[in-house]
């Protein structure tokens, strides 16, 4: 819970340093297929020019696994943080609608008695995805595709975690 904590005044220090201009900003949640220390995110994303934007995220996940070393299931806890660059791409046939590519960084640390999936790990992704403005009301939805690669991780962790997939809802501000 401390380590929640932390990550969350981190991400609202991180978001006060944009806070003067109300344009271009949204703050939400972002829901993740990445169980381990990224299922449910706090997401903030803030555009730097008129394609690009940034997110940033600061997550957590829990999970109970069965560990192929011992035989026994272990439960791990995870909080995590990210960043990432997305160049967007109108979709001239729908109003709002856009297309985006970037990548990122993250850093996330996992809890668990199981030494093969405790400690600390750091990776790169590239992302890809929708993300719809609507016109009428403040609210932005994103959905995207988001393969990690794990440059540092404990020993558990496999190298590649293809396989993520997310969407978000944020508040515009």
């Known amino acids: 819970m401390k380590q929640l904590f932390l990550c969350i005044a981190v ?3 991180i978001t006060s340093l944009h806070a003067q201009d109300k344009s271009g900003k949204a703050i ?8 381990d220390y990224a299922t449910l995110a706090v997401s903030y994303k803030f555009y ?8 940033l995220d600061a997550g957590f996940g829990q999970r109970n696994r069965y560990s192929i070393y011992d035989g026994k299931y272990w439960n791990t806890t995870g909080v995590s943080l990210s960043g990432a660059y997305q160049h967007h791409f109108k979709i001239s046939s729908v109003e709002g609608l856009k297309w985006f590519l970037g990548g990122g960084l993250l850093v996330f640390n996992s809890f668990s008695k199981q030494r093969y999936y405790d400690g600390f790990g750091a990776g790169l992704f590239a992302t890809g995805g929708a993300d719809y403005q609507f016109s009428n009301i403040p609210l932005n939805l994103s959905a995207d595709f988001r393969p990690v690669l ?9 190298t590649l975690h293809a396989h993520t997939f997310g969407i978000a809802a944020r508040y515009n501000f």
């Open 150 to 158: 794990h440059i540092a991780a404990p020993s558990g962790f496999g």
């Open 28 to 35: 939400g949640l972002r829901i993740s297929s990445h169980v």
């Open 48 to 55: 730097i020019s008129e394609p690009g934007a940034i997110e």
């Open 11 to 13: 991400f609202t220090v």
